[in-house]
């Protein structure tokens, strides 16, 4: 039994000083006063931290010098698992960008098998494409584009929502029975890479989607005629997510989005293999991306994942989108773990809750420790 004390908890649902939180196994048990503390826990001090729940990645690509994409087994997860947790992220949805279909299936249960011996920390999959608009696919390979087949929507709709937790389509190309399909089995149906009009976005999102991806990025801009995609998500209001990273979305649509969005607005990084190594360059979509300055680009300027860790996307929305610490933590964990559905067990400091946890320097803001399934690991920065 462990006791976390002397800092402030932000809870996901309030902000406590003077409190502790209790810790057994792998659950937090008690959220108390630090008068009472019982007796036999040992006391951790956290020398005034921030304590919070641990990040939740709905969209990582990858990280330690391995893609998903590029080795779709059980070891690149276990490498992915063991790079990110220094940053904070106790859970995530490996993402597989696209590729030929025989990808998705391997995934698919690759992810199955994962989930059972390590479902706390892989919560799902995030399959963004192949089944979007050739216009708007970014670094995506333009070759492994392609229509939504029978088989293939089945096949996800079969494998459930354990193992599929979101699936990016572009609006316009997904038929409204596949949606069905996705829906009730379901699997987040998120809009992204897309050039669909602002009218037949804000149907879908009515009909079935719930969620858009990467907001800006994949998608047509913000016009007077035409408020595309954008647009559909400011008056609809779904599950969205968006990469703070300076690079992606300039920090003043970042702050405009929030104020629209509010608590419907979560961070991801959309990072990639060179996050946590000194790689300068990589493959992606069968492109040369090459890393500087803390942006991945081709040669072209087209911008190809991220740089961005969850850590990094707190500071960010704090010191350059003038968003509220409380904010910036709920939206790289209780709101990603809303979205999802997976905000009974995840996201909250409170009894019966995964013991996943992140304690931050308070005025940095980096990360000291991490606690992941009761177990706390001391960051080296």
């Given amino acids: 039994m462990y006791a976390l004390t002397n800092g402030t908890i932000f809870t996901g649902r309030e902000i406590l000083t003077d409190s502790a939180i209790i810790i057994e196994n792998k659950h937090i048990i008690n959220v108390v006063k630090t008068s009472a503390i019982p007796p036999q826990a040992e006391v951790i001090d956290l020398n005034k931290g921030v304590l919070a729940p641990g990040f939740i990645d709905l969209q990582l690509n990858g990280c330690g010098g391995r893609f998903f994409n590029d080795n779709i087994s059980e070891e690149t997860l276990d490498i992915m698992t063991e790079k990110i947790l220094p940053t904070g992220c106790t859970s995530f949805l490996p993402t597989l960008i696209s590729g030929p279909e025989k990808d998705i299936v391997k995934a698919l249960e690759v992810v199955r098998k994962y989930r059972k011996k390590n479902g706390e920390t892989v919560l799902g999959l995030h399959l963004e494409g192949p089944y979007i608009s050739h216009k708007r696919r970014g670094i995506h390979n333009p070759d492994m584009i392609k229509q939504p087949s029978n088989k293939t929507i089945s096949l996800i709709a079969k ?152 850590d990094k996307a707190v500071h960010n929305c704090v ?63």
């Fill in 159 to 310: 494998y459930g929502a354990e193992v599929t937790r979101i699936c990016t389509v572009a609006p316009e190309v997904v038929d409204p029975r596949h949606l069905e399909e996705l829906v009730k089995a379901g699997v987040r149906v998120s809009a992204g890479h897309s050039s669909v009009s602002c009218s037949l976005a804000r149907k879908m999102f009515r009909t079935g989607i719930s969620m858009a991806t990467h907001l800006f990025n994949g998608m047509e801009s913000l016009q007077g005629r035409e408020p595309s995609l954008v647009g559909a998500v400011y008056l609809e209001k779904p599950w969205t997510g968006i990469i703070a990273d300076g690079v992606h979305v300039s920090w003043d649509n970042i702050e405009l989005s929030k104020n629209i969005l509010k608590n419907k607005l979560f961070c991801i990084t959309d990072a990639t293999s060179a996050v946590g190594t000194d790689i300068t360059e990589f493959v992606l979509g069968d492109q040369t991306v090459h890393v500087k300055d803390g942006k991945c680009a081709t040669a072209e300027g087209t911008i190809g994942g991220s740089m961005l860790t969850m």
């Fill in 319 to 381: 010191n350059h989108a003038n968003i509220e610490l409380s904010e910036a933590l709920k939206m790289t964990s209780l709101y990603p773990a809303r979205a999802i559905g997976v905000d009974s067990e995840y996201g909250i400091i409170a009894p019966g809750y995964h013991a996943d946890l992140v304690i931050l320097h308070h005025e940095s803001l980096k990360v000291r420790s991490v606690m992941k399934n009761g177990e706390l690991h001391k960051i080296r920065n």
